[in-house]
């Protein structure tokens, strides 16, 4: 677990969670909760619910029942959200025949008055070129660094991310690690969903498996 830091607790209440879909049910009677300054892991094969966890946790879908509070506020598609929050669900989208720098600054004027001089700070934080060639020639490996970018820039509480190490090679996957663990260091709350069990080990401080509907602690699996 990481060092105590000054910064408001963030801390997100699962309670009861169910998510069907095409009357399947795939989420089934979660309930638990995440706290801040901690990086949480979720473990599966894909096509176990990884995403639509994750998305149920921001709103974008709808619950058959159960709540998610953040800071006590019910989550709510057609409320602010109450805390800042950087998200990759599925696949990063941006615009190919802008740059990276320009994609980011677009999204961030939309909610702050972030500069051009801190898109430039993120973009070499992440290890990206801050120059003029279009998003439509970035290699995949940049195109998901691109994405962690736009889910920190903002100095954002809560970190959400699926499948972050899809298209990193060894040395992206080591930055990746290391920038988690310094958001975690920072206060922030990271929530991680993967299909690496062994990467997971490597920074969460806890690491939950999801299997048939449901969130099971990877030690409770491990003495089952």
Same mark, same amino acid.
Do not use: C
């Given at each position: 677990?990481?060092?105590?830091?000054?910064?408001?607790?963030?801390?997100? =209440?699962?309670?009861?969670? $169910? +998510?069907?879909? &095409?009357?399947?049910?795939?989420? /089934?009677?979660?309930?638990? !909760?995440?706290? #801040?300054?901690?990086?949480?892991?979720?473990?599966?094969?894909?096509?176990?619910?990884?995403?639509?966890?994750?998305?149920?946790?921001?709103?974008?879908?709808?619950?058959?029942?159960?709540?998610?509070?953040?800071?006590?506020?019910?989550?709510?598609?057609?409320?602010?959200?109450?805390?800042?929050?950087?998200?990759?669900?599925?696949?990063?989208?941006?615009?190919?025949?802008?740059?990276?720098?320009?994609?980011?600054?677009?999204?961030?004027?939309?909610?702050?008055?972030?500069? =051009?001089?801190?898109?430039? $700070? +993120?973009?070499? &934080?992440?290890?990206?070129?801050? /120059?003029?060639?279009?998003? !439509?020639?970035? #290699?995949?490996?940049?195109?998901?660094?691109?994405?962690?970018?736009?889910?920190?820039?903002?100095?954002?509480?809560?970190?959400?991310?699926?499948?972050?190490?899809?298209?990193?090679?060894?040395?992206?996957?080591?930055?990746?690690?290391?920038?988690?663990?310094?958001?975690?260091?920072?206060?922030?709350?990271?929530?991680?969903?993967?299909?690496?069990?062994?990467?997971?080990?490597?920074?969460?401080?806890?690491?939950?498996?999801?299997?048939?509907?449901?969130?099971?602690?990877?030690?409770?699996?491990?003495? $089952?």
């Amino acid at each position: 677990m990481s060092q105590s830091v000054d910064k408001p607790k963030i801390q997100v =209440d699962v309670v009861h969670l $169910a +998510v069907t879909i &095409k009357r399947k049910k795939i989420l /089934d009677d979660i309930s638990l !909760s995440f706290v #801040s300054p901690n990086i949480y892991g979720i473990v599966g094969p894909n096509g176990t619910g990884k995403s639509v966890f994750l998305k149920a946790l921001l709103g974008f879908i709808r619950l058959a029942s159960g709540s998610v509070k953040i800071n006590d506020v019910q989550i709510d598609p057609r409320r602010d959200f109450p805390v800042s929050v950087g998200a990759i669900i599925e696949h990063p989208g941006f615009i190919n025949d802008m740059n990276g720098h320009d994609n980011l600054l677009a999204l961030g004027q939309i909610r702050s008055d972030l500069t =051009d001089e801190d898109v430039h $700070a +993120v973009m070499v &934080k992440v290890g990206l070129p801050d /120059d003029k060639k279009p998003v !439509s020639d970035y #290699s995949l490996g940049m195109i998901q660094r691109l994405g962690i970018a736009q889910a920190i820039m903002e100095d954002q509480q809560l970190i959400v991310l699926d499948e972050p190490t899809n298209a990193l090679d060894r040395e992206g996957i080591a930055f990746l690690t290391k920038l988690l663990k310094e958001l975690r260091d920072q206060g922030k709350l990271v929530l991680i969903a993967s299909h690496d069990l062994l990467w997971l080990q490597t920074l969460a401080d806890q690491t939950f498996e999801l299997t048939n509907g449901q969130l099971h602690k990877i030690e409770d699996v491990m003495q $089952a």
